[in-house]
T-cell receptor, first 110, second 113 residues
């Protein structure tokens, strides 16, 4: 049972480039979410999904897109990366109120 | 807006001490409270979940209590060990599927031998 798996673990982008952070879970959880963690800011919710085909914005959605075509996968897309998006990104799924996190993806935008 | 505060921000103790980490929240209309551990460069690991009908949870040397009326939770760690060194975060939510979690900024714990 792998839990929540995120790829890549590390990524360096140039300003304006696009990329997708992948997230997959094998626990059949309906709820999935993306957070970013920044020093002094704590964890902030970017987008979340309550099931396949349903997504919604969190606290800091600007500059990010998501989709949920299957229960297992919840990719996060950066359309045009900016230095302000340098952060550590965490994917999490939730069941019965308990949140389970992936190991994180560390993104640097130059 | 829900605000979650964790005190102290950092704590350094010798091995073997019993210690208490504090978490307070401004809106008492919460449903679940969850404590996490985060090691450097790693994701968050769930330690304890206190659901709406519960007032405390225990797992091994860890005990977490919740007092909604006062807006407080405490995480008690008994007989601390160097392996307990990590950042501990608490988070609260309103319990609905659509509900987001509100996180504190964590307490960085160092247990020295």
């Amino acid at each position: 049972n792998a839990g929540v798996t995120q790829t890549p673990k590390f990524q360096v982008l140039k300003t304006g480039q696009s990329m997708t952070l992948q997230c997959a879970q094998d626990m059949n959880h309906e709820y999935m979410s993306w957070y970013r963690q920044d020093p002094g800011m704590g964890l902030r919710l970017i987008h979340y999904s309550v099931g396949a085909g349903i997504t919604d914005q969190g606290e800091v959605p600007n500059g990010y897109n998501v989709s949920r075509s299957t229960t297992e996968d919840f990719p996060l897309r950066l359309l045009s990366a900016a230095p302000s998006q340098t952060s550590v990104y965490f994917c999490a799924s939730k069941s019965r109120g308990e949140l389970f996190f992936g190991e994180g993806s560390r993104l640097t935008v130059l | 807006k829900q605000e979650v505060t964790q005190i102290p921000a950092a704590l350094s103790v010798p091995e073997g001490e019993n210690l208490v980490l504090n978490c307070s929240f401004t809106d008492s209309a919460i449903y679940n409270l969850q404590w996490f551990r985060q090691d450097p460069g790693k994701g968050l690991t769930s330690l304890l979940l206190i659901q709406s009908s519960q007032r405390e949870q225990t797992s091994g040397r860890l005990n977490a209590s919740l007092d909604k009326s006062s807006g407080r939770s405490t995480l008690y760690i008994a007989a601390s060990q160097p392996g307990d060194s990590a950042t501990y975060l608490c988070a609260v939510d309103r319990g609905s599927t659509l509900g987001r979690l509100y996180f504190g900024r964590g307490t960085q714990l160092t247990v020295w031998p």
